[in-house]
């Protein structure tokens, strides 16, 4: 059965920090690693990555992948508190497309303190 | 529209009674998936259609659930017999494509809570 471990489940920080939110996986035939941001209701997409060692960035938030120790790793630098959100980690695996796609974690909480 | 868009928002319902919920994707996207949000854990997936293909049911937690996709776009999954541990949030996402199932897009979802 695929699996896929976020950690920490729940992290608050002072406004200023930077945090690194972590996924761990397994999986069978895996395509993707993806991530999302869900503030309220609606995850948004942030990432998605699919090779080992390239770092995926977009303002303050980056990503990488590690295909051979199956994890990835989520940073966030000089936060704010719009930051403020559950951080979910999802993998794709399979054959391509469809119902054997994505597998999600159960998100990290992160909290930003002003 | 601009977003995918769920309806209800918000369902309080008794238990033993049945609910729709109802969801309309991005236009021109031809995957749809439903997923379930309990309280603190992720998104478990439950259905997904892609076009006119029959769909894929295998995560659908019992017969009480069923869903259908009209002339490819609208959906409505139903719930019948509700049970308490039904209540969760009802995500609906859609796709462009098939080859591009990572990068879903969601709706802000219906929050089913079962007396």
């Known amino acids: 059965e695929d699996k896929v471990v976020q950690s920490p489940l729940s992290l608050v920080v002072h406004e200023g920090d930077t945090v690194t939110l972590n996924c761990s996986y397994e999986?069978?035939?895996?395509?993707?690693l993806l991530w999302y941001k869900q503030e309220k209701k609606a995850p948004t997409f942030l990432f998605m990555l699919t090779s080992s060692g390239i770092e995926k960035k977009s303002g303050r938030l980056s990503s990488i992948l590690d295909k051979k120790e199956l994890f990835s790793i989520l940073n966030i630098t000089a936060t704010q508190t719009g930051d403020s959100a559950v951080y979910l980690c999802?993998?794709?695996?399979?054959?391509?497309?469809?119902?054997?796609?994505?597998?999600f974690g159960k998100g990290t909480h992160l909290i930003i303190q002003p | 529209g601009a977003g995918v868009s769920q309806s209800p928002s918000n369902k309080v319902t008794e238990k033993g009674k049945d609910v729709e919920l109802r969801c309309d994707p991005i236009s021109g996207h031809t995957a749809l998936y439903w997923y379930r949000q309990s309280l603190g854990q992720g998104l478990e997936f439950l259905i997904y259609f892609q076009g006119n293909s029959a769909p894929d049911k295998s995560g659908l937690p019992s017969d009480r659930f069923s869903a259908e996709r009209t002339g490819g776009s609208v959906s409505t999954l139903t719930i019948q017999r509700t049970q308490q541990e039904d209540s969760a949030v009802y995500l609906c996402?859609?796709?462009?494509?098939?080859?591009?199932?990572?990068?879903?897009?969601f709706g802000e979802g219906s929050r089913l809570t079962v007396l």
């Open positions: 999986v069978t035939n895996f395509r993707s």
């Open positions: 999802a993998v794709e695996a399979g054959s391509g497309g469809g119902a054997d796609g994505l597998t």
């Open positions: 996402a859609s796709s462009p494509s098939r080859e591009n199932t990572g990068e879903l897009f």
